[in-house]
């Protein structure tokens, strides 16, 4: 019988699609919560506490997601006809429908950078003059890790010199931390080091680290006042979201030293994948646990190649009609990466 059960999917489409395992489950089941909208969930202040003490900031608010996360900080820093400079991979370009001039009337501006990775140079060029014929600059937004630009790691000393200039400009500067798990985990350097050059940032609970469900957004106490009255205007106030709240407070507790085994496996299936003749792999980019891969060079599309390793029970993303994304994160077995190997093996062989 046990042969005709489907196969479990290797699914490296993203970090996000974890379970919750059975630990996980029973520190949801046995959170106390209240009413968080009164501000009662004993379990989401416990939570918002944790976080503000991790990162070194003063206040923290518990979110449904991370794209409401970083629009709410886009919100909560500008004013309408306001400009917002970015990568042009960032996340709040190309991933969140359009969010900042639909919710916030803000312009985004984004700049080539390398990997994902602004120089102040740059930044230096696109800061408009304050005329009342231009949208006034405000903001600088960063990513760290970048996702579209293939989980790449913010430089420290990057972050230390951008967050000089702003600071010399008067502008204010923005983390979108949805991984800065992995960034974290990758380099070594304490979270509370990346935080405390930014006025703001929002971490996402689930990617790497596998809770179900939320992100938190950190702050300065009057900031975090500012982004709890939109975050209710928006819709996201949440009632008894205790059991949300554990699910995340467990796997930071629990998950955080995992990441590392994911950046590792993610290393073997780059390595593995190269080999397949027309495979093209930017190398400066495997740092974490993502991986974009060139396949143009194959004679398929992305769209092919997805079609091709579904039919080998793996999942991957088409993330262009050239490359696709694969990440690996906690529910990822070693022997799933070895099954994987096996199939990209099988490729790289002469037919």
């Not at 997601?65 to 917002?84: F, I, K």
């Not at 080539?112 to 304050?130: M, N, P, S, T, W």
């Not at 231009?134 to 970048?146: F, H, Y």
């Amino acid at each position: 019988m046990s042969s005709l059960l489907p196969q479990i999917p290797i699914d490296l489409r993203s970090d996000t699609v974890t379970r919750p395992s059975k630990e996980m489950l029973e520190a949801m089941k046995q959170a106390p919560v209240g009413d968080d909208v009164y501000g009662e969930d004993p379990s989401v202040n416990s939570l918002q506490k944790f976080s503000a003490e991790l990162f070194g900031k003063e206040a923290g608010l518990f979110v449904p997601s991370g794209t409401m996360g970083n629009q709410l900080c886009l919100r909560a820093h500008t004013e309408p006809g306001d400009e917002v400079i970015c990568d042009y991979k960032a996340h709040i370009f190309n991933y969140e429908s359009g969010a900042a001039g639909n919710l916030s009337q803000v312009q985004l501006h984004p700049l080539h950078g390398k990997h994902g990775i602004l120089e102040v140079d740059q930044i230096r060029e696109a800061i408009r003059e304050k005329a009342y014929w231009n949208p006034w600059t405000k903001l600088i937004a960063l990513e760290n890790t970048g996702n579209k630009a293939g989980g790449t790691v913010y430089p420290l000393e990057r972050i230390r010199a951008i967050h000089e200039f702003a600071r010399e400009k008067g502008l204010l500067l923005h983390l979108d931390g949805a991984r800065l798990w992995n960034a974290h985990i990758e380099s070594g350097i304490p979270l509370k080091e990346y935080a405390r050059y930014f006025d703001s940032l929002s971490v996402c609970f689930s990617k790497g680290l596998g809770a179900p469900v939320g992100s938190m957004v950190l702050g300065t106490e009057s900031f975090i006042r500012k982004v709890h009255r939109f975050r209710k205007m928006w819709g996201g106030g949440m009632r008894q979201a205790g059991s949300l709240a554990a699910a995340c407070r467990f796997a930071v507790t629990h998950h955080l030293e995992g990441i590392r085994q994911d950046h590792i496996h993610l290393g073997i299936l780059a390595e593995a994948f190269s080999k397949i003749p027309g495979v093209s792999i930017d190398w400066e980019t495997v740092r974490t646990n993502i991986l974009i891969a060139d396949v143009s060079g194959t004679g398929k599309t992305a769209a092919e190649w997805s079609a091709l390793l579904k039919e080998e029970n793996i999942l991957v993303s088409p993330f262009s009609a050239t490359t696709i994304r694969m990440v690996t994160h906690r529910d990822v077995t070693p022997g799933m990466i070895d099954t994987a190997v096996t199939v990209f093996e099988s490729f790289s062989q002469p037919k």
